[in-house]
């Protein structure tokens, strides 16, 4: 028997624990046997870490994860766009599935909100065999019906995994929202989705992206990615006056429309008054609880506002996010986002500087020693 490691979750706000699984001695028919190459610590691992999403445990975390093929099962032979599958292809995935058949599938055409949807690294106990369905790990099983995707070989692993979940969920989210030519957009939030947001914006044809965040690194990471202004939290501390700022920098109005992208429920509250009468809001950056807040519905009337929600994507944005990274990579610098390498046994680390906001993107090698 052939055993692998994995970092695992086996309860929460707890250390995660290094353990061996035995491997598959070879995928069922449709699966495919992935050795991981990079895995990406998303904001929700650490949402997941601390309790903040019901899962069953244990799991091992990760759902952004590049990988090569180590095995192909039986029928396996092209990638979710038609190309050619063979062993040792670099590959990505997206991290969800849905069934395609039920009433949200077929009928509503809104696979993220299918019931029988389950995720890698999040919905999947990794004590019941095939274990691996993790990225926090040496290898990943992909199991039928996966959506899986051969990388170019101009696109780096830093780029995809740099990108991660952020860029398909703003995607999605901008898809859902609109944004219109000449925009004025605000997006509340500099870390991976408020960035990959803003990049999306920006593509969109929005006139100028204004960012609020911080701290300082990840603003200027945000003018790397082109944002017109920055408004500093630490220096600009007031919600009245954020607001004020945003007037000035868009003629007196606010903006045509906001990107909530940091998952703090009083940005919510915030946000909306930062657009303008009869502008758009969009709630992305809550994909885990982090509880309720008081808000007037009051606002929304009095500004005539489209209020916006959009959850995880789907798999075609997934290949939009390739294209998109392969002819942006000079204008959106998505592999300069992974500021943090750690080892599977550093993985506790990795964890810890994601939730301190120590860099803009902290990642698992697999084979690094450590």
Not at 11 to 27: E, G, H, I, N, V
Not at 113 to 119: E, G, L, W
Not at 198 to 213: C, E, F, N, P, T
Request: hydrophobic share 40%; proline share 6%; charged share 20%.
């Amino acid at each position: 028997m052939i055993t692998a490691r994995a970092a695992v979750l086996e309860s929460f706000k707890t250390p995660l624990q290094l353990r061996d699984y035995p491997l598959p001695a070879r995928p069922e028919p449709g699966a495919v046997l992935v050795r991981t190459e990079m895995a990406g610590i998303c904001g929700t691992d650490v949402h997941l870490w601390k309790g903040e999403l019901p899962i069953a445990l244990p799991v091992i975390l990760g759902h952004e994860t590049v990988g090569r093929i180590e095995q192909l099962g039986d029928g396996v032979e092209t990638d979710w766009n038609g190309e050619a599958l063979k062993l040792g292809d670099r590959v990505t995935w997206n991290s969800a599935t849905s069934c395609g058949k039920c009433y949200y599938c077929a009928q509503k055409r809104q696979p993220t909100r299918c019931p029988h949807r389950r995720a890698y690294g999040i919905g999947y106990r990794c004590d019941q065999a095939p274990h691996f369905l993790g990225g926090y790990a040496d290898f990943h099983y992909l199991r039928p019906g996966a959506t899986i995707f051969k990388l170019p070989d101009d696109l780096p692993t830093e780029a995809v995994v740099g990108a991660g979940c952020a860029l398909i969920t703003a995607i999605h989210g901008v898809e859902r929202t609109g944004v219109a030519w000449s925009d004025n957009v605000v997006v509340q939030g500099a870390g991976p989705v408020g960035i990959a947001a803003l990049a999306v914006a920006k593509s969109a044809g929005a006139g100028q992206v204004i960012v609020i965040g911080g701290p300082k690194h990840r603003l200027d990471l945000a003018r790397r990615f082109g944002a017109d202004h920055v408004i500093d939290l630490d220096t600009v501390r007031t919600p009245a006056e954020r607001l004020a700022e945003v007037r000035r920098l868009t003629g007196g109005y606010g903006a045509d429309v906001v990107l909530e992208c940091v998952g703090i429920p009083g940005a919510v509250v915030e946000g909306m008054e930062l657009c303008r009468d009869g502008g758009k809001y969009l709630v992305l950056g809550h994909y885990c609880d982090a509880g309720p807040v008081t808000w007037n519905p009051h606002v929304i009337t009095r500004k005539q506002l489209q209020v916006f929600g959009s959850w995880s994507s789907e798999s075609r944005h997934l290949l939009a996010a390739i294209q998109f990274l392969r002819r942006t990579q000079k204008e959106f610098p998505f592999a300069e986002m992974v500021s943090h390498r750690f080892s599977l046994a550093q993985a506790n680390v990795a964890l810890e500087t994601t939730a301190a906001w120590a860099g803009s993107k902290s990642v698992i090698v697999p084979g690094l020693e450590g």
